[in-house]
Structures are given as structure tokens and as C-alpha cells.
Nanobody, 117 residues
């Protein structure tokens, strides 16, 4: 099993920044991917950003130009920052972990991010 502990989130004013961190522990193996998804009320969960074992990064189009994601492999941590937040960014943000390509995802409990206009 893998356990994920998330930190960050909360209330942010429009135009502000969001900073999230996630630490994986347990049977992590040689981590393949860590990243963040989000789910707004009544919406499907969607990928925001992720970083792979080889350092490559993937971003959703809405996050690409205003986000960074980095990893600390030794600590099994991932850090995510998104700038210029909008009310549409309001959602529960979930940390995601995969051991290998195509393997099941492990999920954090989620952290609420609310962007006020």
C-alpha cells in the first residue's frame, strides 16, 4: 500500500497563487508518476499536472502557462504551484501516485481550494 499526505490549499483571492505538496510513503517502489488532479462540484475529476520518473512533466491546457511542478525523489515528494487563480479553479485537489505506467493510481484524501472573486 501507498499512503499520500497532502498539504496546502484553502482560500485564495482571484489572481493569487496556489501551492500544494504531497508526500508518498509505504510500498512506493521506484515511483513512476506523481501529480495532481482536481474535481469541481458536479464535474469529473481532471488531471492538472504530473511529473514522471524521468523528469518529464505533463500539464492540462488550463494549467500549462501558469503552473510549475517539481519532485524530490529522495523524499517521494511533489510540489505544485499555480498562479493567476480564477474562480473556475475552485475544486478539491487530489494528489495522485503511480508505481508504474498503466498501474493503478493511489489517491490522497483531497484538499479544498476555493478561489474568491
Amino acid at each position: 500500500q501507498v499512503q499520500l499526505v497532502e498539504s496546502g490549499g484553502g482560500w485564495v483571492q482571484a489572481g493569487g497563487s496556489l501551492s500544494l505538496s504531497c508526500t508518498a510513503s509505504g510500498n512506493t517502489g521506484n515511483t513512476y508518476r506523481m501529480g495532481w488532479y482536481r474535481q469541481a462540484p458536479g464535474q469529473q475529476r481532471e488531471m492538472v499536472a504530473a511529473v514522471n520518473r524521468d523528469g518529464t512533466r505533463v500539464f492540462a491546457m488550463f494549467a500549462k502557462d501558469r503552473s510549475t511542478i517539481s519532485k524530490d525523489s529522495a523524499k517521494n515528494m511533489v510540489h505544485f504551484q499555480m498562479n493567476d487563480l480564477k474562480p473556475d479553479d475552485t475544486a478539491v485537489y487530489f494528489c495522485q501516485f503511480q508505481k508504474n505506467p498503466g498501474a493503478r493510481s493511489y489517491w490522497g484524501q483531497g484538499t479544498q481550494v476555493t478561489v474568491s472573486s
